[in-house]
C-alpha cells in the first residue's frame, strides 16, 4: 500500500487581516491517497492525460487551474475510485480560528494530530505502507518526525503490525503527489472560499472529517 499526503492553506495564525491580504488562512486541509501498488498507475493517469490535453510543460497547481478542469479531474476522480473501489481516499479540514492558543505555537504538533486521526482507520491488516509525503509537507519541530509519530501511533494506539516505510518525494517528480494536492486544494477552497461546484462532485466519493468546528 502507498499513502500519499499533501495539504492545501497554511499554518499561520494571523488572522487580524483576510486571508490573501495580509492574513493567514483559516482553513487548513490534509488529502491522503491510499493506492495498493497495483493501481498507482490508475490515478497518476488523471494527471498525466490532463498534462497531454492542455500542454503543461511544469507542474501545474489546482489552485492555478481554471474551474473547468477541475471540474474535469473531479469527474476522472470519480470514475477511477468507481472502478478501482480499494483506492481510498481521505481528507480532514481543520478551522484553525477555533485551535485553541496553547496549541498554536507548534503547528506541527496539530498537523500530526491530523494525520493520526486519518491514518489509523486505513492500517488494519495492512503490512506495509510506503508513506510519500510531499517534502515541503510539515515536519515536527521537536521529538521524532511525522513518520516515526505515525508508526509508534500505528503500534500502540491503533494495536496494527502495519511497518511505515518514509519515502518522501517531490511533487513536481511525482504524479500521484500532484494527484493529491488537486484533492486538498479542492476540498479547501470550499471551506476557505466557499466554493460549492467542485467541491459537490468531488466530495462523493472521499472520506471527510472536519476539527475544531
Request: charged fraction near 25%; proline fraction near 3%.
Amino acid at each position: 500500500m502507498q499513502v500519499y499526503l499533501d495539504e492545501s492553506g497554511d499554518t499561520g495564525w494571523q488572522f487580524s487581516f483576510p486571508y490573501r491580504r495580509g492574513g493567514s488562512s483559516r482553513f487548513l486541509s490534509l488529502a491522503f491517497l491510499f493506492v495498493p501498488k497495483i493501481h498507482r498507475k490508475a490515478t497518476k493517469q488523471i494527471v498525466v492525460e490532463m498534462y497531454k490535453k492542455y500542454g503543461w510543460k511544469n507542474e501545474k497547481k489546482a489552485a492555478d487551474a481554471s474551474i473547468n478542469q477541475k471540474l474535469e479531474f473531479a469527474g476522472s476522480l470519480n470514475a477511477v475510485l468507481q472502478k478501482f473501489p480499494d483506492i481510498k481516499i481521505a481528507c480532514i479540514t481543520v478551522k484553525k480560528e477555533n485551535v485553541q492558543s496553547h496549541i498554536r505555537p507548534d503547528p506541527n504538533k496539530l498537523y500530526n494530530y491530523m494525520c493520526k486521526l486519518v491514518t489509523c482507520d486505513y492500517v488494519d491488516q495492512i503490512n506495509e505502507i510506503e508513506f510519500i509525503p510531499d517534502k515541503r509537507t510539515i515536519r515536527v519541530e521537536s521529538g521524532n518526525s511525522l513518520s516515526d509519530y505515525l508508526q509508534t501511533v500505528f503500534w500502540f494506539e491503533c494495536s496494527a503490525k502495519t511497518k511505515l516505510i518514509n519515502n518522501p518525494q517531490e511533487s513536481d517528480k511525482n504524479y500521484n503527489l500532484q494527484f493529491v494536492d488537486w484533492v486538498a486544494h479542492c476540498v479547501w477552497s470550499h471551506f476557505e472560499d466557499g466554493e460549492t461546484v467542485v467541491f459537490s462532485e468531488i466530495s462523493k466519493q472521499i472520506k471527510q472529517r472536519q476539527l475544531f468546528f
